[in-house]
Nanobody, 116 residues
Framework: QVQFVESGGGLVQPGGSLRISCAAS????????MRWYRQAPAKEREFVAE????????NYADSVKGRFTISRDNAKNSLYLQMNSLKPDDTAVYSC?????????WGQGTQVTVSS
């Protein structure tokens, strides 16, 4: 079955950087676009970034454009999110996502907290 294990979250000061990872299994990772979403307390889940199967095509939410970089390593079945210039508003649980038509799968997520 589809499984994701996110890691790399933690507490970081405003302006700092963090790199989170997602290890995928149970499907042909290299054949699917992948996404990062995040959910802050008492807020709806929101799209963060997307990457195509080769890694050459990316798309970002306006709120993270220019600060976050999504990447993937198909040999390792892994997805990454490099987050720079972090702000308190970036505090959330970050989860990776894949969609097979109308079936969507999510990981448990990794907590990112931006605070001084």
């Amino acid at each position: 079955q589809v499984q994701f294990v996110e890691s790399g979250g933690g507490l970081v000061q405003p302006g700092g950087s963090l790199r989170i990872s997602c290890a995928a299994s149970g499907f042909a990772f290299k054949d699917y676009a992948m996404r990062w979403y995040r959910q802050a307390p008492a807020k709806e889940r929101e799209f963060v970034a997307e990457i195509g199967i080769s890694g050459r095509t990316t798309n970002y939410a306006d709120s993270v454009k220019g600060r976050f970089t999504i990447s993937r390593d198909n040999a390792k079945n892994s997805l990454y999110l490099q987050m720079n210039s972090l702000k308190p508003d970036d505090t959330a649980v970050y989860s990776c996502n894949v969609a097979f038509g109308d079936r969507w799968y999510w990981g448990q997520g990794t907590q990112v907290t931006v605070s001084s």
